[in-house]
């Protein structure tokens, strides 16, 4: 049944291109650019591994992209498909239009957009920092449509006191409103290669090192065409503000509601991003409603993903054969793959 759903012509005409990608292992993992049509334009991302069943849904961070999430997903795609993406704006993703705010319920709506498309009737989670906040809040919302959460870093969106709620907002708005003043006028700051690997650094206190910064410009910089040797970043810098923040009280609302599996991994060099009073109240809630919940600490930071990926990798792939209801995950590695594209 899922596999017709697949299969129907909005789902073919997602593809860009493939390629295929060959680790030191020797297994091939197939993968696909994508674009999901949106109103204001496409949702883009790759497709990893198997076609056959229902894959994973991967949601790419705050001001990040999918690049950030290869070294990740290339490995546990040789055992699940693996569908990432990147909210608007970010990465190859169409930008929102002047006067749109990015934040957490706008992430919400790609994602329904996404599952929409391709006709799914349900979805599996894995997302890094607003990628997992976004699933969290999307489990809380669709309870009966999420089957699980593989969340890296944050685990809720962050909260906003309710004596500061009106102060962060104010904030929030005139610095957005700031910034799109400035796209209209058409600002870009121009970086050589080797200032954009220091401005990636810089940006993400050191969670993303100069050595892993390949990762996110392969799909961030932009040859600029008056200026020889210099690249802009594509990223909209509307992202820049900070995504909304929620009152406690409804974040602690939105863990009563969630009813799925949920694996957190929490990189030890990185404080609690919806702070460490939130993040164990939520976990009590979750364990009283008795929600499957996974604490993982693995050495590394915001990026523990991308820099500590051979640790997460194994947990990732544990968690997954646990919990996948639908018997997708394959022992073998890359079995599906190699079925459905005969290659092997």
Known sequence: MLFSKLYKPNYLKTFTN??????????????????????????SGQWWGSKEQRPILAVAGWKDNIGTFLPLIEEVSK??????????GLGLSTPFPPGFFYNFDAALTIVHHVLDHFKWDKVSF???????GTAFMYAALYPELVDFIVGIDMLVPMPT?????????????????????AIARGERKLYTYEEA???????????????????????????????????????????NVKAVTYPPEQILEMAEQVRCPILNIKGTEFP???????????????KKNNVPLQIENVQGSHHVHLTNTDDCVP??????????????????????????????
Request: net charge positive; with cysteine.
């Open 272 to 286: 609690f991003i919806e702070g460490e009073t939130m993040y164990y109240k939520v976990c009590e809630i979750l």
């Open 79 to 88: 055992h699940v498909g693996i569908v990432c993406i990147e909210v608007s």
């Open 161 to 181: 006191s309710r004596e500061n709620f009106c102060k962060v907002r104010r904030t929030s708005l005139d610095s957005f409103l700031a910034w799109d003043k």
């Open 197 to 239: 690997q220091e401005e990636v650094t810089k940006n993400t206190f050191n969670s993303i090192p100069r050595e892993f910064t390949a990762h996110l410009l392969q799909r961030e910089l932009v040859r600029s065409d008056s200026h020889p040797g210099r690249y802009y970043f594509r990223m909209d810098p509307r992202h």
């Open 315 to 344: 947990i990732v792939k544990d968690f997954i054969r646990k919990y996948d209801s639908e018997e997708r995950f394959s022992e073998i590695p890359n079995a599906d793959v190699r079925k459905f594209y005969n290659f092997c």
């Open 126 to 132: 894995m997302g890094h920092s607003l990628g997992s």
């Open 18 to 43: 493939l390629r295929t990608i060959t680790t030191t292992k020797c297994l091939k993992v197939e993968h696909a650019e994508i674009r999901i049509p949106v109103p204001w334009g496409h949702v």
